[in-house]
């Protein structure tokens, strides 16, 4: 790897992937570059395995799809992070919370959780004995990318999975989850409680078997005032970070709360290592109200995907500008939406990875 700043013509020190050395404040070259939901229903060739296997659970839950889905975009792209092909919901079976993600419908919990009996029920999530396929996938996809790029697992946030399965699925008010936190908040407490448990060793697992660094999606923490995030929320993603820096303390953890432009100050009390920002708040402002201390990631509306060339290239660039140099890794705000021309999310790549500082 070569670095041509000034004209000169210096060796990067580091074999590992950019990816790492950027969050942890090394010098590097550019911002690396992966897109959340890079994997999915805009390429082509995902679509061609859903019309083979229709079932979502199918294509996530086998080792072989696994690896071949998240390879994907690997393959055309070379994003600087490859992420598991995987769900938030997925732990769910194995704390005995039967779901399904239907088309067209998205995710459905059969059984939503109202009271204490229902949260007596929800089981301590064992990764290892229900989701081996999870291990095996992440330590493939190590070996195939070598290196070249960080292997990424993730997990939803104890906020985030309560939500779907007080609520029963994806919902647009909010009011089940609502009525249990300021209604009976000792339950929706006692299962956030569990969530945070089963997340940490959860985390744990994916590092074990291969992942590099781990996201956390708390993507309905929009919906909290930030008196409920720091009720809610908060304390919970704080205990996961707290117990997973105690057994992997170089393990980088990114955290993408949604909407969260309210919250950026309370962000990085969880510990994180990165705040991924949506695209409601200014690259400049977000770094400069989240400190120096964290890396920050993202921000680029997906829609911008929808734009020109000369219009993705130029936000791009102005991103990168107002992220400065290091601690930033460029993502968009939220995932990719379908309907993304693939081609300008080659263009994207490409842009990204032309970048010099
Ligand atoms: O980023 C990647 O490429 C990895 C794949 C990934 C998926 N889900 C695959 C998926 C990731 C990181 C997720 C996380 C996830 N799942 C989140 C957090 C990220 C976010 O978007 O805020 C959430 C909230 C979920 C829950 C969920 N799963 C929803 C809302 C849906 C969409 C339902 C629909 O039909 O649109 C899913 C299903 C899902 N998970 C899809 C994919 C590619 C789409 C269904 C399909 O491809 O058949």
């Given at each position: 790897v070569h670095?041509?700043?000034?004209?000169?013509?210096?060796?990067?020190?580091?074999?590992?992937?950019?990816?790492?050395?950027a969050v942890r404040g090394e010098d590097v070259e550019r911002p690396p570059v992966w897109l959340m939901r890079q994997a999915g229903r805009y390429m082509k060739s995902y679509q061609i395995i859903c019309e083979k296997y229709p079932s979502f659970r199918e294509r996530s839950e086998n080792v072989d799809?696994?690896?071949?889905?998240?390879?994907?975009?690997?393959?055309v792209f070379k994003p600087d992070g490859v992420i598991l092909f995987s769900d938030i919901l997925t732990p769910l079976s194995g704390m005995n919370i039967p779901f399904d993600i239907v088309k067209g419908k998205g995710p459905i919990i059969?059984?939503?959780?109202?009271?204490t009996a229902d949260v007596d029920e929800v089981k301590e999530f064992i990764p290892e004995a229900f989701v081996p396929y999870v291990g095996e996938a992440l330590t493939i996809l190590r070996k195939e990318v070598d290196m070249k790029a960080a292997v990424l697992g993730?997990?939803?946030?104890?906020?985030?999975?309560?939500?779907?399965?007080?609520?029963?699925?994806?919902?647009?008010?909010?009011?089940?989850?609502?009525?249990?936190?300021?209604?009976?908040?000792?339950?929706?407490?006692?299962?956030?409680?569990k969530f945070a448990t089963s997340m940490a060793k959860y985390i744990k697992y994916q590092a074990d078997n291969g992942a590099q660094a781990v996201q956390i999606f708390d993507s309905w923490a929009t919906e909290l005032s930030p008196v409920d995030f720091e009720e809610f929320s908060l304390p919970y993603l704080k205990r996961i970070v707290d117990s997973v820096k105690q057994t992997h303390p170089e393990l980088p953890l990114i955290l993408y709360a949604s909407g969260s432009g309210g919250l950026l100050e309370?962000?990085?009390?969880?510990?994180?290592?990165?705040?991924?920002?949506?695209?409601?708040?200014?690259?400049?402002?977000?770094?400069?109200?989240?400190?120096?201390?964290?890396?920050?990631?993202?921000?680029?509306?997906?829609?911008?995907?929808?734009g020109s060339k000369e219009f993705i290239?130029?936000?791009?660039?102005?991103?990168?500008?107002?992220?400065?140099?290091?601690?930033?890794?460029?993502?968009?705000?939220?995932?990719?939406?379908?309907?993304?021309?693939?081609?300008?999310v080659a263009h994207f790549f490409e842009v990204a990875k032309a970048i010099r500082y």
């Open positions: 670095c041509s700043l000034r004209g000169a013509v210096v060796e990067q020190k580091t074999t590992e992937p950019l990816l790492l050395s799809l696994v690896v071949e889905i998240s390879l994907q975009p690997w393959n059969f059984n939503p959780i109202q009271s993730f997990v939803g946030a104890p906020f985030t999975l309560a939500s779907y399965v007080v609520e029963g699925g994806s919902s647009k008010n909010f009011t089940k989850i609502k009525r249990l936190a300021f209604s009976q908040p000792k339950v929706l407490h006692a299962l956030l409680d309370r962000l990085p009390l969880t510990g994180v290592d990165v705040v991924s920002l949506d695209w409601t708040v200014d690259m400049a402002d977000g770094r400069r109200r989240l400190g120096n201390d964290v890396a920050v990631q993202g921000n680029v509306d997906p829609g911008v995907l929808f290239t130029n936000r791009i660039h102005d991103t990168v500008r107002k992220a400065g140099k290091g601690k930033h890794v460029l993502n968009l705000g939220h995932g990719i939406k379908v309907g993304t021309p693939e081609e300008n």
